[in-house]
């Protein structure tokens, strides 16, 4: 074999390989670009999920709803024949029967518990002469309110004899089971005692102006102003209670003093304060 003979098989050999590289490089190539693309898809589904947050909204439960008649009850109740007007509910009657009832308190505190106490203390004999009375002309009964978490108790007695009417009110927090102070009541509302109390002073100047103008007598003059007088000391203002009605607003009840009948009277008089929480 010739020189020329082996330089062209070295050239074949070498074109062969060359061919066998290149077609391996092309393969090679193909298979690293669908790797490629497969990757870039999984890595974009991967994305696509951890970009994808499910927001699911929290569930909420309402707070119950709360009423006054869930925290008090009637204790005592008459059916009997009663005239004349009632201060707490507004309302005035003929001659029908209607019902006297005494409440107390279903919350279990102390401060609860001394509230129905009280009530039973004063009341209970006023109430044990109503199954042996047929013509008792007097009323008694109450009114509750809740104004958030604050139950406003108020009891009205009226008069057989007198149209006169005896308050008592109380103010607790069902929550804490607490006493609310006159106050702590005070401060829940857009006025202020010294306000709230303003208000008993021009009602109480009015009274006794309007009458001032009547009387000639310089004597019942002079009882006038007593009586003025008394009603608008700091000891009288002093006893004057406070609770707020079913639309929040704030009503204070007191005694007035006067020359005629009774020496002093109930009063139930409202203010400009409103509940605010």
């Known amino acids: 074999m010739n020189k020329k003979t082996c330089l062209s098989i070295l ?42 947050v499910i927001i699911t909204e929290p569930e ?20 009997i024949p009663y005239s004349g007007q009632f201060y707490l509910t507004g309302e ?22 001394a509230i129905n106490a009280t009530i039973h203390d004063n009341w209970d004999n006023i109430f044990a002469e109503y199954p042996n009375t047929e013509h008792i002309t007097g009323r008694a009964d109450y009114v509750a309110y809740l104004n958030g978490t604050v139950l406003s108790l108020a009891l009205e007695f009226r008069s057989v004899d007198t149209p006169n009417s005896f308050f008592q009110v109380y103010n607790i927090d069902v929550v804490t089971g607490n006493i609310v102070s006159k106050d702590s009541l005070i401060a829940m509302t857009d006025t202020t005692k010294e306000d709230a109390l303003d208000v008993i002073r021009e009602v109480e100047n009015d009274r006794c102006n309007e009458s001032l103008e009547k009387v000639t007598n310089d004597q019942a003059k002079a009882q006038l102003e007593e009586a003025r007088e008394r009603t608008l000391s700091d000891e009288n203002l002093s006893k004057a209670e406070f609770f707020l009605d079913d639309s929040g607003k704030l009503y204070v009840t007191y005694r007035y003093y006067w020359i005629a009948g009774a020496e002093n009277y109930g009063e139930l008089v409202e203010t400009d304060g409103t509940f605010q929480g």
Not at 20 to 48: F, K
Not at 60 to 79: C, K, M, R
């Open 60 to 79: 909420t439960t309402e707070a119950p709803e709360l009423h006054a008649e869930d925290y008090v009850e009637t204790a005592i109740s008459y059916e």
């Open 92 to 113: 005035d009657y003929g001659s029908e029967t209607n019902t006297a009832r005494l409440p107390q308190l279903t919350i279990d505190s102390p401060d609860a518990k």
């Open 11 to 52: 050239c074949a050999l070498a074109l062969t390989a060359g061919a066998v590289s290149l077609t391996a490089c092309t393969q090679t190539g193909d298979v690293s670009i669908v790797a490629t693309d497969a990757t870039e898809e999984a890595t974009a589904a991967d994305t696509t999920a951890a970009q994808t």
